[in-house]
């Protein structure tokens, strides 16, 4: 354990966690501890009284920095963009918000003249990489301290007592039965039965959206309006892409769109399991997805599902302060050039589905695909085409059929 730490900046949130990890710092590394908040959207309830706890745990001072705008412009909406999903389900809540938490931490650091940066992720999930891969990229003379991997407390029992033996104030108890993680973009639930795949999550772990069977009869249909692939209205009117994530939050949300219980596989080799909610991603995704149908062609949109896929993996991964984000990126601009367009979507019973779209720079010809009759499409030039295309298949069984001979 180092003792050369004189000021280290805590990403701290108030919990259980960073109202115990406070005090230990200054017991173990005999230093000043500074706070770093991050609100991304997790609420006015989670940050109400934040500094106050953390000047009541032995903070010397709290700095609460408003990263919404950031958060969505410079993560989401690029992102976005790529179509990243990570093993096909899951929309990178907790991943996305945490290059810009790192950053802002980083920033703060600087500022205050700290030599150390300290945050609350166990030994055991993919955080605790996805922060320190940050540090290492935008503060690698910073000293890093995890007190999840140094400490001998293990439970939350083990916190509370920790905290009562010191006199510290905290709200939480030994009975929390889920551990939560919320932003602007989703909230996830992990704990309690959700530890066993076989038991089904109850209705306690669902906190943004409706019980699709309760949702309403009614569906509600919208109107969603990008240009270059960029964010542009709701309904026709212009809405800021914070004000719009949040719109379709609660609209999305009310009908049960965007519930996930996923068992995935974690940066650190096990397995997790955890329920998201991410409504308004959900409306998102199959809206610029539906975009995408009608004016990428063929192999520019398989190539885009790729990209999708491959930057899932590095966002997950926590490589977002990487040359290779960079490229991706630029890529994904690149490819988003044409998705300028309009699409309705329908939000009924804990589906979202694309029922209408139109694109100046759409693909789709009814003169080509039409049934009736046409005058830009001879049928009878398919039958050169299908003679090419299955040519090997030709060749091959030719030769199968001489037994090899050429």
Not at 313 to 318: C, E, F, K
């Amino acid at each position: 354990m180092s003792t050369s730490v004189n000021k280290v900046v805590l990403a701290y949130s108030g919990g259980l966690d960073t109202s115990a990890i406070v005090p230990w710092l200054k017991e173990n590394y005999d230093c000043e501890v500074v706070a770093f908040v991050a609100d991304v959207g997790q609420g006015e309830d989670e940050l109400a009284g934040v500094e106050e706890k953390a000047i009541a745990s032995g903070a010397s001072s709290c700095y609460v920095v408003d990263l919404k705008d950031k958060f969505v412009n410079e993560v989401i909406f690029p992102t976005l963009k790529t179509g990243a999903i990570y093993e096909g389900q899951y929309l990178l809540g907790t991943a996305l918000a945490r290059p810009i938490i790192a950053q802002a931490q980083v920033e703060v650091a600087r500022k205050v003249g700290a030599d150390a940066l300290a945050h609350g992720c166990t030994g055991k999930g993919n955080d605790q990489v996805r922060f320190e891969s940050c540090f290492a990229a935008l503060a690698p003379d910073l000293q890093v301290i995890a007190p999840w991997r140094e400490w001998t407390m293990r439970s939350r029992p083990d916190l509370l007592a920790y905290l009562a033996e010191r006199n510290i104030p905290c709200a939480a108890s030994a009975t929390k039965i889920y551990s939560r993680d919320a932003n602007l973009w989703h909230i996830s639930t992990e704990g309690g039965e959700l530890e066993d795949p076989w038991n089904a999550p109850s209705e306690q772990v669902w906190t943004w959206t409706a019980e699709p069977e309760q949702a309403p009869e009614q569906a509600d249909y919208l109107t969603l309006s990008f240009a270059n692939g960029e964010w542009q209205a709701l309904n026709g009117e212009a809405i800021e892409p914070v004000a719009a994530i949040d719109a379709l939050n609660k609209l999305a949300g009310k009908h049960g769109v965007g519930r996930l219980d996923m068992v995935e596989n974690r940066l650190v080799g096990m397995k997790s399991r955890g329920c998201y909610e991410t409504p308004a991603g959900a409306v998102l995704y199959a809206a610029l997805q539906g975009l995408e149908s009608l004016v990428l062609d063929r192999t520019t949109q398989d190539y885009r599902i790729r990209l999708g896929n491959e930057f899932a993996q590095l966002l997950y991964d926590g490589r977002w302060f990487t040359p290779l984000r960079e490229v991706m990126l630029a890529a994904a601009t690149k490819l988003a050039e044409p998705l300028t367009g309009d699409i309705v979507v329908k939000l009924y019973k804990g589906q979202v589905t694309v029922t209408q779209k139109r694109s100046p720079n759409s693909l789709y010809s009814n003169a080509f695909a039409t049934f009736d009759e046409d005058e830009v499409y001879n049928q009878k030039h398919a039958e050169g085409f299908i003679r090419l295309y299955s040519l090997a298949s030709r060749i091959r069984a030719l030769h199968e059929h001489d037994g090899g001979s050429s």
